[in-house]
């Protein structure tokens, strides 16, 4: 209710296209094209909706600047590579932690708005632990570091706050080399996850 509230006061444009009416509409839903690996390590499968350019990199950038109002379409974007419920023990959606810094330069968490968002469009039960993980010391920005240096950069940046059971789902906006991501495995399996994937809305186009 309230969000066709909202979006009658406020017109949404497709964050693909600006077509009037949607967050994103069916054509450039459309125009996804997920890829989806097996080879990070710690984890079962990690998936993306599209590789990183065109308008999704445009609106996600948008979006970290602080243009908030993305989040709904970019919440639908990431809820096409959202699993079905068909495992054979509980899940919980965990997001990726933010810095306390980049918290504070953008003024809201980008990744656990976004998780919270895709949550509101799927009904499969899924457990939510936003704050199951949090970053413990900061990292260099990892753009030009290689694979080795960016596993590096990012070992024991992050702790988890609470046991986990079952299967976990990780989320983050952009998988480049799977480092972060496989950090983040590493520190679940230590707290009792059972198994662990990954989704995303980017992913390196390398993957194949």
């Given amino acids: 209710m309230f ?5 009658l006061i406020f017109t949404p444009n497709c964050i693909g296209c600006a077509a009037l009416g949607l967050h994103v509409c069916p054509k450039c839903l459309a125009s996804l094209c997920p890829q989806t690996t097996t080879d990070i390590p710690g984890l079962e499968q990690v998936t993306s909706a599209s590789p990183y350019g065109g308008w999704i990199r445009n609106s996600l950038i948008e979006y970290k ?3 908030r109002r993305q989040v709904y379409g970019l919440a639908q974007v990431l809820h096409r590579v959202m699993p079905s419920n068909n495992f054979d023990e509980d899940v919980t959606v965990v997001p990726m932690p933010s810095s ?3 918290v504070s330069t953008r003024g809201f968490d980008t990744i656990n708005l976004l ?5 509101k469009l ?3 039960g899924f457990g939510f632990a936003g704050d199951a993980l949090v970053t413990v010391r900061e990292v260099v920005d990892q753009v030009g570091l290689s694979a080795a240096a960016r596993q590096e950069n990012v070992a024991n940046s992050m702790q988890a706050r609470q046991a986990i059971s079952g299967n976990v789902l990780v989320v983050d906006d952009v998988i480049t080399t799977g480092s972060t991501m496989r950090e983040a495995a590493r520190v679940l399996n230590l707290a009792g996850a059972k ?3 990954g989704i995303s809305l980017c992913g390196s186009v390398k993957w194949g």
């Fill in 3 to 7: 969000a066709e509230i909202r979006d």
């Fill in 65 to 67: 600047n602080g243009g």
């Fill in 100 to 102: 306390a810094a980049k």
């Fill in 115 to 119: 998780v919270r968002e895709c949550m």
């Fill in 122 to 124: 799927q009904a499969h």
């Fill in 195 to 197: 198994k662990v994937f």
